[in-house]
């Protein structure tokens, strides 16, 4: 497992920007994915975004796609999840998380959690 620790989020009117941030420790991260997802009240868990640390392929929910753009950076060891053109409906605890082996946007298949934060878009 690696430690996760978030940073970012907040309140935002929608059609505005936010960042959240995941700054990773651990060894052999070359060998990861690592994702975001989110929970609403009185919903499941969702996958938004994942990379793989090694090649920096990125892959998003349909929901998200081209608002949200997740990325890396290698130096800080740190997963960036940039947030555009927010809705009411974003809103939601955003969760990063980690796992060794390529993406999986089912949350199952990751080990590694950060402390979760709350996103709240206002219309």
């Known amino acids: 497992q690696v430690q996760l620790v978030e940073s970012g989020g907040g309140l935002v009117q929608a059609g505005g920007s936010l960042r959240r941030a995941c700054a990773a420790s651990?060894?052999?991260?070359?060998?990861?994915?690592m994702a975001w997802f989110r929970q609403a009240p009185g919903k499941e868990r969702e996958f938004v975004a994942a990379?793989?640390?090694?090649?920096?392929?990125?892959f998003y929910a349909d929901s998200v796609k081209g608002r949200f753009i997740i990325f890396r950076d290698t130096a800080k060891i740190t997963v960036a999840l940039q947030m555009n053109s927010l809705k009411p409906e974003d809103t939601a605890v955003y969760y990063c998380?980690?796992?060794?082996?390529?993406?999986?946007?089912?949350?199952?298949?990751?080990?590694?959690w950060g402390q979760g934060t709350q996103v709240t878009v206002s219309s």
């Open positions: 990379i793989n640390w090694s090649s920096g392929n990125t």
């Open positions: 651990g060894r052999a991260f070359s060998t990861y994915a």
């Open positions: 998380a980690a796992r060794r082996g390529l993406y999986g946007d089912n949350d199952r298949a990751y080990d590694s």
